[in-house]
């Protein structure tokens, strides 16, 4: 076994996920199965292999400079409170945060 | 009115003044009322915007200028692109009534070529899925077999451009979202290099794959869309300031005496037999095209599902963590902000959604972060090696698209695991950042569509499309 229901339940609480305990259970064999079948990058020796943390080079992707740090107006800000849950112009409204 | 419209087709007609734009419009739109309710292919449709657009075209129409390339084109959109003014739920219920103050730069560019926008194309929620059985808002039926799934993600724009819903689409890729449903659905689908067409206003699933890219009935339409959206965009840090060549002008090009490879590795078990019979016919094809076919290895093929699902997935639980009922979207009530996070994310997001988060969280936490994402990582360099060292022996890669010709629903929705297989031969190139198209190439039984894929080198999208128009005059789609 791979992954733990102790496994799930701290992954859960990380990414805020509120989970029922047949979630859990599911997730959990069908997340071990997967996990069970990315075990097989095990057989690669990858000692000497260099990360791809980017897919194209400097090159192809960044202007010769920077751009210039310039403030331009964004009149947005009445369109993106509209979409909110509960806005109190200028501000999104949210239930208290409580210590934990 | 004719049945089979293409964006040249389009143009020329308004040119001619056989129709208006707003005449093809409202047909268009008879024809969704019509088909519609039985595929869930749209799930917003936007003739305000679509009317409006139209009578612009229209009037340039009277004016007796030169029309842009999209002039007219009915074109729909997969949800997880942002346009303003107009729902775009990612196919998820934590989304529902989300409607984007801005417009993508992919439909922007459209627009500013004359397309008209009909509608919003359902998918797999947050593009995650194989056969559009993950929307919140009910599974795509392929046109070509309603029992059956169109593919996914993007199965909703696949599937409108099969049934003559729209002339094109864009439709998104991050795993084989464009291409998969493309080759279920009997059409032409491409995803140019990743960089090559802005992300910009497109909703974010993996941002080191994740890519935008045209359907279309036909090559030369594919062409059309990708030399009007590719191209450097200052909002998009990762698009490339390589410049765009002339698609429409190099796809004329002979392909006669190109070298083609064909893996190995993707002719093995796993594959239907039908399938198979369709690919080698088309194999055929470019023999008699006078290309070369060279038998090639690429020998970390097998390694690329197990790396797709830990790379997306990581990306994917980082992407998606700004779903928290705060700024938009759906909220679900907590008595502390917490609680809200919890409650709004557990109930918003779909089960394939969540359980990606989780393996995607997995992999990136303490103590796990070496042995998965940074292994991952590294035999991502392995794949993109793969394709580097192919590309210096053959001009391009042929394979199939999909191992199997569309599924029926449900048949693949208990085994998470099983319909992640149904990737396995278009993940590799979207690790390595290659240019990939699927054409059609025969229909199993004369019903069920089969796709025959090819890749180019990065940046090599006027190649890759050489070879896919060559195919389809060589009426490839009937082998």
């Not at chain 2, 864009?170 to 080759?183: E, N």
């Not at chain 2, 909002?235 to 090009?253: F, G, L, M, Q």
Request: include cysteine.
């Amino acid at each position: 076994m791979k992954i733990s229901r102790e496994d799930v339940v701290r992954v859960a609480e990380l990414a805020y996920l509120d989970l029922s305990a047949d979630e859990l259970e599911n997730y959990r064999k069908q997340i071990d199965e997967i996990l069970e079948y990315i075990g097989k990058l095990d057989e690669l020796d990858t000692s000497n292999v260099e990360p791809m943390a980017q897919v194209l080079t400097d090159d192809q992707t960044a202007d010769a400079t920077l751009r210039e740090d310039v403030e331009v107006p964004c009149g947005l800000a009445g369109e993106i409170l509209k979409q909110a849950p509960d806005p109190e112009p200028p501000y999104f409204r949210v239930p208290k945060v409580i210590e934990r | 009115m004719t049945a089979n419209w293409t964006i040249d087709g389009v143009r020329e007609a308004l040119a001619a003044r056989k129709v208006s734009a707003r005449e093809l419009v409202g047909e268009f739109y008879r024809r969704i009322t019509a088909r519609n309710p039985e595929l869930n292919a749209y799930l917003a449709l936007s003739p305000e915007r679509a009317y409006a657009q139209a009578d612009k075209v229209d009037a340039l129409v009277a004016t007796g200028r030169p029309l842009p390339p999209l002039a007219g084109a009915p074109i729909a959109i997969k949800d997880v692109i942002s346009t303003r003014g107009i729902t775009t739920t990612c196919g998820s219920r934590i989304l529902q009534n989300y409607v984007p103050p801005y417009d993508a730069t992919a439909v922007e560019r459209l627009e500013a070529a004359g397309a008209v926008m009909l509608g919003k194309t359902n998918c797999d929620e947050f593009a995650m899925g194989s056969s559009n059985e993950n929307s919140a808002y009910g599974p795509v039926k392929n046109p070509a077999a309603p029992d059956r799934v169109p593919g996914g993600s993007s199965g909703g724009s696949a599937a409108v451009v099969a049934a003559g819903l729209a002339v094109a689409s864009l439709g998104t890729d991050t795993g084989g979202s464009i291409r998969q449903p493309g080759a279920l659905c009997g059409i032409a689908a491409m995803m140019g290099s990743y960089g090559r067409v802005s992300r910009y206003g497109l909703i974010a699933f993996a941002s080191s794959l994740d890519r935008i890219g045209p359907l279309a009935t036909n090559v030369r339409d594919i062409a059309t869309m990708m030399q009007v959206i590719a191209g450097r965009d200052t909002n998009d840090a990762t698009s490339t300031t390589a410049p765009v060549p002339d698609y429409r002008a190099e796809i004329d090009k002979p392909i006669k005496g190109l070298r083609i490879g064909i893996p190995k590795e993707y002719f093995g078990v796993g594959m239907d037999e039908g399938v198979r019979k369709k690919i080698a016919a088309g194999i055929e094809i470019y023999k008699k095209l006078g290309c070369t076919l060279i038998d090639i290895r690429m020998p970390h093929t097998d390694y690329a599902i197990a790396t797709y699902y830990i790379i997306a997935t990581a990306e994917a639980s980082s992407n998606l963590a700004r779903y928290d009922g705060v700024r938009y979207g759906m909220r679900a009530e907590g008595d502390s902000l917490l609680s809200m996070y919890r409650k709004t994310r557990g109930s918003g997001f779909g089960p394939e959604v969540k359980r990606r988060i989780v393996l995607g969280t997995y992999v990136l936490s303490a103590g796990y972060y070496d042995a998965y994402y940074l292994k991952g990582q590294k035999v991502r360099s392995l794949i993109a090696q793969d394709f580097r060292e192919a590309f210096t022996k053959v001009d391009a890669i042929l394979t199939p698209t999909s191992p199997v010709p569309a599924f029926r629903l449900g048949e693949r929705t208990a085994d998470p695991l099983q319909m992640y297989l149904a990737d396995i031969y278009t993940v590799t190139g979207s690790l390595a950042g290659v240019p990939g198209i699927s054409v059609p190439c025969g229909k199993i039984d004369g019903k069920l569509p089969v796709g025959l894929q090819i890749f180019g080198p990065t940046f090599g999208e006027a190649r890759v499309l050489q070879l896919a128009h060559a195919f389809e005059q060589a009426d490839g789609a009937s082998v």
